[in-house]
């Protein structure tokens, strides 16, 4: 069973950065499609960001793209989003997760079986 560990989130004025890590356990970390997702206060958990097992293939979320970067270190088992330019609608629980699935995408987020505990962001205006 992989763990998944979140760090990195804390609080960034608006136009602010901020860089989001994620640990992980276990082996063939490097076999598996990561992805970011975040929940703020009252709303479903979305999707940000996703990249593929080697890191070649990467996809955003329309509200993110431009601004974010995911981005992996299979060498150090830890995936990375890079949070620039803050937003306040950018203020979440910001989780990373793995595929259920080996050499898949991650395309939807009932592909995704394993997720960390969440790390806060808060982006002040």
Partial sequence: QVQLVESGGGVAQAGGSLRLSCAAS???FNNFS???FR???GKEREFVARINWSGSLTYYADSVKGRFTI????AKNTMYLQMDSLKPEDTAVYYCARTRVAWILGSGPD???SWGQGTQVTVSS
């Fill in 71 to 74: 981005s992996r270190d299979n």
């Fill in 26 to 28: 276990g082996r063939f």
């Fill in 111 to 113: 592909e995704y079986g």
């Fill in 34 to 36: 990561m992805g970011w």
């Fill in 39 to 41: 929940q703020a206060p």
